[in-house]
């Protein structure tokens, strides 16, 4: 019986705007903040843009994911990090529809690898300003 409920969704026209629409009605189910929301519908509409309003939701897979990546990395205005949060949304989209609704088969999405930026450190002289204590009768001492 299983397997029949697996063919029939298959089989099922389903656009993405009214798959996106289950899935934000699922989250709100969930409880999920109003910005959470937010930023699913932010990402998943740049991800339909490129991807197209009408294109088949049976056959989202890694590979799509991969051009999707490339995409954006082409783009030159996102580092690693904003695609990898991006991805982090589309990657809850997308295993509802796979773990939940059965519209494709799961798949994993990598995230990219990333360079931490070494961190601007303070001198001594700043650090000596920092740790010194105040003086409980100017408070402008600097």
């Known amino acids: 019986?299983?397997?029949?409920?697996?063919?029939?969704?298959?089989?099922?026209?389903?656009?993405?705007k009214s798959a996106l629409e289950e899935f934000i009605r699922f989250t709100?189910?969930?409880?999920?903040?109003?910005?959470?929301?937010?930023?699913?519908?932010?990402?998943f509409s740049k991800f339909m843009e490129w991807y197209g309003e009408d294109g088949d939701i049976h056959s989202i897979d890694s590979d799509t994911i991969i051009s999707y990546i490339e995409y954006?990395?082409?783009q030159g205005s996102?580092?690693?990090v904003s695609i990898n949060t991006a991805l982090r949304h589309l990657k809850?989209?997308?295993?509802?529809?796979s773990l939940?609704?059965?519209?494709?088969?799961p798949f994993r999405i990598h995230m990219l690898e990333t360079q931490e930026e070494p961190k601007e450190v303070y001198t001594n002289d700043q650090l000596s300003i920092l740790t010194k204590k105040p003086s409980k009768y100017?408070?402008?001492e600097l």
């Open 72 to 74: 954006l990395k082409s």
């Open 78 to 80: 996102r580092k690693a």
């Open 92 to 97: 809850a989209i997308f295993n509802y529809w």
């Open 138 to 140: 100017n408070f402008q």
């Open 100 to 105: 939940e609704k059965n519209y494709f088969p």
């Open 28 to 43: 709100n189910s969930k409880n999920r903040s109003e910005k959470t929301v937010s930023n699913y519908r932010k990402e």
């Open 1 to 16: 019986m299983a397997v029949a409920l697996k063919i029939n969704q298959k089989h099922k026209q389903v656009t993405l």
